[in-house]
């Protein structure tokens, strides 16, 4: 049966891929680990069982026998380290590539999600524009750094890795704004992560639960 993941009953990203159970769909992908899901709502995210398994009451959560995990970071580099699929076996390598997971999750995704909090709860905050430019200034500033480093590759170190996954998840979440488009690199980066077929799986995967969990059908079951 494999691992246990939870995720939205009904997403807010309305089957885009960027809830925050797709990477950890992806990791098991990747490594090719069958999973199962378990549907919350928002009022049960807010429970006390399923703020047993995620103190903050979020998602995702793995289980795994005994083994509880939260944070979607966290659960993409347990999968990771089983093994040498998503990160490499030269001690270095893979010390680099935990490198740049903690980058992706520490530099690059917070003035993302900062300007994404701004666009959606923001608008009627005095000093909006002028707020929501220095939030984009950073994000462009970030992406600068990274579009540098990544140069003509096709991944951040060598092989794809789970810091790939991570980044190019990371980087999703700009899809529809300007911002990413100034960096050309980046864009084929992103596109050649969205090719993955592992990625292609966890995003019809989470598109069908989210289309079969909002359908009128659907809810007359439950």
Same mark, same amino acid.
Do not use: C
């Given at each position: 049966m494999g691992? $246990? /993941? &939870?995720t939205f009953e009904r997403s807010p990203d309305c089957g885009k891929g960027l809830a925050r159970d797709m990477p950890v769909r992806w990791a098991l992908e990747e490594v090719g680990r069958p999973y199962t899901v378990r549907y919350v709502s928002f009022a049960a995210m807010k429970e006390k069982e399923h703020l047993a398994l995620n103190p903050f009451g979020q998602i995702p959560t793995f289980e795994e026998g005994d083994l509880i995990l939260f944070e979607s970071g966290a659960i993409v580099f347990h999968i990771a380290n089983g093994g040498t699929i998503l990160l490499p076996d030269e001690a270095n390598a893979r010390s680099r590539a935990i490198t740049w997971i903690f980058a992706a999750l520490n530099t690059i995704e917070p003035p /993302?999600?900062?300007?994404? &909090? $701004? #666009? =959606? #709860?923001g608008r009627d905050v005095d000093g909006y524009v002028q707020w929501k430019s220095v939030v984009e200034n950073i994000v462009r500033r970030r992406l600068s750094e990274l579009s540098g480093q990544l140069g003509e590759s096709d991944w951040l170190d060598g092989e794809f890795s789970a810091a790939d996954l991570l980044m190019v998840q990371v980087l999703r979440r700009l899809a529809g704004s300007t911002l990413l488009s100034e960096y050309p690199n980046l864009i084929a980066y992103v596109a050649r992560g969205e090719d993955r077929p592992a990625f292609k799986r966890a =995003?019809? %995967?989470?598109? %069908?639960d989210y289309l079969g969990n909002n359908s009128t059908e659907a809810y007359k079951k439950k």
């Open positions: 691992p $246990i /993941i &939870t /993302i999600v900062h300007r994404e &909090t $701004i #666009s =959606f #709860s =995003f019809d %995967a989470q598109l %069908a």
